[in-house]
């Protein structure tokens, strides 16, 4: 199994980003799938999730208007656009797959990529 995410990097603010989640070796299709981050010091908080088929997204209220969760389920990716972003949304972000199939199943994290929001 593997979940990796990718697209971080620095950017000054107001500045926009594209990160990337791929996953492979589970049936992407029976995972809601969410980004998380961490700042420095700073508990891993809720970003953004999207339901198994893509119908319904769900956005922490501060991020509303900013960010933009999507999947493609063709290509076992799930993608978050970061607009105007800002200092603080400087953090490591992280990707989760969670297994909404009927039946057992694993939840997954990825390793995370940083995002850096600095002039």
């Known amino acids: 199994v593997h979940v990796v995410e990718s697209g971080g990097g620095l950017v000054q603010p107001g500045g926009s980003l594209r990160l990337s989640c791929a996953a492979s070796?589970?049936?992407?299709?029976?995972?809601?799938m969410s980004w998380f981050r961490q700042a420095p010091g700073k508990e891993r908080e809720f970003v953004a999730s999207i339901t198994n088929t893509g119908g319904s997204t769900n956005y922490a209220d501060p991020l509303k208007g900013r960010f933009t969760i999507s999947r493609d389920n063709a290509k076992n990716t799930v993608y978050l656009q970061m607009n105007s972003l800002k200092p603080e949304d400087t953090a490591v972000y992280y990707c989760?797959?969670?297994?909404?199939?009927?039946?057992?199943?694993?939840?997954?994290w990825g390793q995370g990529t940083q995002v850096t929001v600095s002039s």
């Open positions: 070796g589970f049936t992407f299709s029976s995972y809601t």
């Open positions: 989760f797959a969670k297994f909404i199939g009927l039946g057992l199943g694993n939840n997954y």
